[in-house]
T-cell receptor, first 116, second 110 residues
Framework: EAQVTQNPRYLITVTGKKLTVTCSQN?????MSWYRQDPGLGLRQIYY???????DKGDVPEGYKVSRKEKRNFPLILESPSPNQTSLYFC???????????????FGPGTRLTVT | GQQVMQIPQYQHVQEGEDFTTYCNSS?????IQWYKQRPGGHPVFLIQ?????EVKKQKRLTFQFGEAKKNSSLHITATQTTDVGTYFC??????????FGGGTRVLVKP
């Protein structure tokens, strides 16, 4: 089954304790992205990756890191989490844009993170 | 990124009635995608519109892209309880970058 998986689904942590949220897709997609969703603010892009070893900042990258060492995985790293990073996080993947045509993005189930 | 405004923010609909949600931009969009997110779920792709004036239908859902490609709409006829959720429009920019609107949260009264 084609899917995007995220782990963990729920996480409660304390300020300053490094954490990683994993994301994996089995569709051989080049493009992967991380979003955070907050009430009243919709979905905002954190980082994205066009392919292996190619990553770039989205709209709200501060406090986050990513890496893309393999095509299927795109982990999100919070080196020193703070309470304002409490949010619902989604990973997504898609085929890479071709000739100006974008493709649908497939979203993971989400990771609800609470930082106290 | 390209900013879009979605209205209304909330939509309470009586089951069986129709409603429309709108997505407006101050700039011309190359294309736009629509997603649905059920309560507690993740966004799921519905459709992509690319051409000026394009209209696409999916059963009771009708999607439209404005002639000037600055706005889009989603019209749902004969609303059902399965239509509950938040509908997002998302213009797609270069590099497959999506900028999501704030969404229209739809509640259905049985």
């Amino acid at each position: 089954e084609a899917q995007v998986t995220q782990n963990p689904r729920y996480l409660i942590t304390v300020t300053g304790k490094k954490l990683t949220v994993t994301c994996s897709q089995n569709m051989n997609h080049e493009y992967m992205s991380w979003y955070r969703q907050d009430p009243g603010l919709g979905l905002r892009q954190i980082y994205y990756s066009m392919n292996v070893e190619v990553t770039d900042k989205g709209d709200v990258p501060e406090g986050y890191k990513v890496s893309r060492k393999e095509k299927r995985n795109f982990p999100l790293i919070l080196e020193s989490p703070s309470p304002n990073q409490t949010s619902l996080y989604f990973c997504a993947s898609s085929l890479r844009e071709l000739a100006g045509v974008s493709y649908e993005q497939y979203f993971g189930p989400g990771t609800r993170l609470t930082v106290t | 990124g390209q900013q879009v405004m979605q209205i209304p923010q909330y939509q309470h609909v009586q089951e069986g009635e129709d409603f429309t949600t709108y997505c407006n931009s101050s700039t011309t969009l190359s294309n736009i995608q629509w997603y649905k997110q059920r309560p507690g779920g993740h966004p799921v792709f519905l459709i992509q519109l690319v051409k000026s004036g394009e209209v696409k239908k999916q059963k009771r859902l009708t999607f439209q892209f404005g002639e000037a490609k600055k706005n889009s709409s989603l019209h749902i006829t004969a609303t059902q309880t399965t239509d509950v959720g938040t509908y997002f429009c998302a213009p797609a920019a270069a590099g497959n970058k999506l900028t999501f609107g704030g969404g229209t949260r739809v509640l259905v009264k049985p």
